[in-house]
């Protein structure tokens, strides 16, 4: 998890948590950096079908806990023996080309005006740091947390030192609200998983966003907003800068945070 500690009496700032996949981006994150990885040499075709085939059921209805638990198991074993720098440097090359279309419209119209509400916002995810950090800088986020691997002599051990799921992601988000001074009955956390029911209960404004059926049910009977995002779009082809692939990308949402607020944020206002 990245922080940058500032200043702030307790209670007095308020953060806006995101899931990433399906919630800011339309695909899963792991899945979409599958295909330059096996190019790379780091997965297999038989990886790459399995990673296939995970993403479909993914897709089709969410994953519940045990699914989860065996997407760790498979991390693991995949990622052993990877060399960090080179994962680094493949998700730099691609990331313009393979994530910034994914990413939804109203995601980043919504993550815009939390920005210019002066709420900080973090993207909270069970993909990799190595994976999360970058896509977060895109989009503007003031921090991150998700998984993090054991690191020894430049490779993955294949060992989890933080899981960001479940009860992982309200530690880490707890652990920022006291680091940064969040009130975090005054904070907001959208997601689309049951599995990131924690995490939504964990704030005083949770939304659920594209939500999987389970999901679903609990906002219903809890009452809280539910949101369909159903529009991605490539924010680069939108407001074009002449700059390096993550400076424009970051560029181009900066751009669109400020037309987002000169016209308003129409989905907060028909939550309010």
């Known amino acids: 998890m990245t922080a940058t500690k500032r200043p702030s009496a307790a209670g007095e700032r308020v953060a806006a948590f995101f899931d990433l996949d399906k919630t800011v981006i339309a695909k899963s994150s792991t899945y979409v950096f599958s295909k330059p990885f096996y190019a790379q040499g780091l997965l ?13 059921l993914f897709m089709l209805s969410g994953a519940d806990h045990d699914q989860m638990e065996r997407m ?3 991390l693991t074993n995949m990622v052993a023996g990877w ?6 440097s493949i998700v730099a090359e691609t990331l313009h080309d393979l994530v910034d279309p994914l990413i939804y419209a109203e995601a980043a ?3 815009a005006d939390h920005k210019i509400r002066g709420h900080d916002v973090v993207i909270v995810s069970a993909s990799g740091e190595e994976i999360v950090g970058p896509i977060a800088e895109v989009l503007g986020a003031s921090h991150t947390a998700a998984t993090r691997m054991v690191v020894e002599d430049g490779r993955y051990t294949g060992e989890v030192e933080f899981y960001c799921y479940g009860a992982g992601k309200v530690t880490a988000i707890e652990k920022l609200a006291a680091t940064e001074g969040y009130d975090l009955s005054r904070c907001y956390a959208y997601s689309d998983s049951v599995t990131d029911l924690p995490m939504l209960s964990a704030v005083g404004h949770p939304t659920v966003v594209n939500p999987d059926r389970n999901l679903r049910r609990e906002a219903v009977a809890k ?13 680069w082809a939108r407001f074009q800068s ?9 560029a181009a ?9 000169a016209i308003s944020y129409r989905l907060l206002r028909r939550r309010r």
């Open 83 to 88: 060399d960090v720098e080179q994962v680094k």
């Open 242 to 250: 002449p700059s390096s692939t993550t400076l424009a990308a970051t």
């Open 253 to 261: 949402v900066g751009l669109s945070a400020v037309v987002a607020g």
């Open 109 to 111: 119209d919504l993550i």
């Open 44 to 56: 297999n075709r038989r990886a790459v079908l399995e990673s296939s085939y995970a993403h479909f």
């Open 223 to 235: 009452g809280w907003p539910i949101l369909t995002f159903s529009n991605p779009v490539s924010l």
């Open 72 to 74: 760790r198991a498979n």
